[in-house]
């Protein structure tokens, strides 16, 4: 079912790891071009494209597009109290770790009346998206929209597919979750055209463009991302998830083995790599692989998943080598089932997860940090979705007349230096007689 890499008794260069880790690069080939026709379909005709994707990809027609207020408080109304109770301790946790992301201002004095005030200030609308389809991750309602409220967002939007089997609306419990969070403004659109959606704006709905859009999805909304990117911010390209598990002997093969399906249940884009230097734990984990697959409630997608290029068991002759791995695959998700993890070591990781008691599960619901994480190797350059990526460092700078004066040759100087002497006029027209 996975197949080996065996790199045993090879000294690759970067370049060469690179080469090897495993990636499904055709699909998101794929989706890219068929993400740019979609996006620009939106962008020419609004609803009406909106509405002929719904039926194309969601098979439903004639719904809200935008929710209406009364379908939110009746889906958290009707909410199993349970449920509830979970959802409410996951917005807690993640609330308390999101406020320690938010830097306070800082001044810098490097004069007397010389000073440069930075601080950090919120994006005015935010567009988040919540994946449909395969599963319902009221979860991704809570992990977008509560950092961008701790970072005072005015304004948060939110999307989500539209589902054939509630008549064309969002998923009860996602718009439970919204309501729950005090979200307003939610539209029933899914994929790639959503993320065009927030881009361009759609007059006809009353949804005015976004400055940010956040959110994970399969590998056409993260594609999307990339076709409006510098129109609006983005957060990453979170595409389909990825696992990569770094194991030595004394690892449990059962658990390794769990954690594995786990991921590869989301999507059968899904990636799950495991990564040691004992080839007898590569064979258990195997075996036990095969055995939770064929029993697991998704066997079909976990199956497709796990036959994938994207997925694989790796050989390595130590833990240096799987160190060296890793920081090539720039996994989403890093779990170390090792004796010493040496979490200093792996640079390049969305999210790190240490030891037996401490799956990927856990960062998906409670763990207080967030699980909307890069993909696709982009751990390498950018970081996960947190309170900072609805924030943009701001700097005032503020000088008395004797703070200038002091600097005024030097800035003539270097006007000089670069043939901008209109730059080193405006200052010295401060000091005309």
């Given amino acids: 079912m996975l197949r080996t890499i065996d790199l045993r008794g090879r000294a690759l260069t970067p370049t060469e790891l690179l080469a ?62 349970t449920v509830r109770a979970a959802l409410e301790e996951a917005i807690g946790r993640v609330r308390i770790a999101s406020a320690a992301q938010v830097p306070g201002p800082v001044t810098t004095e ?82 790639a055209g959503a993320i065009a959606a927030y881009a361009y704006g759609v007059e006809e709905l009353g949804l005015a463009p976004v400055d940010t859009i956040t959110g994970p999805g399969n590998n056409f909304v993260a594609l999307a991302k990339r076709v409006v990117g510098g129109l609006v911010g983005i ?58 697959a064929v029993h697991t ?47 200093e070591d792996y640079v390049n990781a969305g999210a790190i997860f240490l030891g037996a008691d401490a799956p990927v599960s856990l960062g998906d619901y409670l763990a207080g940090s967030n699980h909307v994480l890069p993909t696709g190797g982009q751990a390498r350059f950018t970081a996960g979705l947190s309170a900072a990526t609805f924030l943009r460092p701001q700097q005032t700078i503020a000088y008395d007349r004797a703070a200038l004066a002091a600097v005024k040759d030097a800035i003539i100087t270097l006007a000089e230096a670069e043939n901008l002497p209109a730059h080193g006029d405006a200052v010295a027209a401060r000091f005309d007689a």
């Fill in 235 to 292: 957060d990453a390209e979170a595409g389909a998830t990825e696992i990569l598990i770094v194991a030595d002997e004394q690892a449990d093969p059962e658990l390794v083995a769990a954690d594995l399906i786990s991921q590869a249940e989301h999507d059968e884009q899904a990636a799950a790599v495991f990564v040691t230097d004992s080839p007898a734990l590569a064979q258990e984990v195997a075996q036990r692989v095969r055995v939770r």
């Fill in 297 to 343: 409630r998704h066997r079909d997608r976990v199956e497709a998943a796990l036959n994938g290029p994207q997925s694989a068991i790796v050989l390595v002759d130590d833990l240096a080598r799987a160190t060296e791995f890793s920081n090539a695959y720039a996994p989403e998700h890093l779990e170390l089932h090792v004796r010493d993890p040496r979490p």
């Fill in 110 to 191: 490097l004069a007397p009346g010389a000073r440069v005030i930075q601080r950090w200030v919120p994006v005015r609308r935010a567009g988040v998206y919540v994946p449909g389809g395969k599963a319902v991750y009221p979860s991704s309602v809570i992990m977008n929209v509560v950092p961008a409220q701790v970072a005072g967002v005015a304004d948060v939007v939110l999307a989500s597919p539209p589902q054939r089997e509630f008549d064309g609306r969002i998923h009860p419990v996602i718009l439970a979750a919204a309501e729950l969070l005090g979200i307003t403004e939610v539209y029933a659109m899914g994929g």
């Fill in 20 to 81: 090897v880790v495993p990636r499904a690069a055709a699909a998101r080939d794929e989706a890219l071009t068929a993400a740019a026709a979609i996006v620009a379909d939106v962008a020419r005709d609004g609803e009406k494209a909106l509405r002929a994707q719904a039926a194309r990809f969601d098979g439903v027609e004639g719904h809200d597009l935008r929710v209406p207020a009364e379908d939110l408080r009746t889906a958290l109304a009707e909410l199993d109290p």
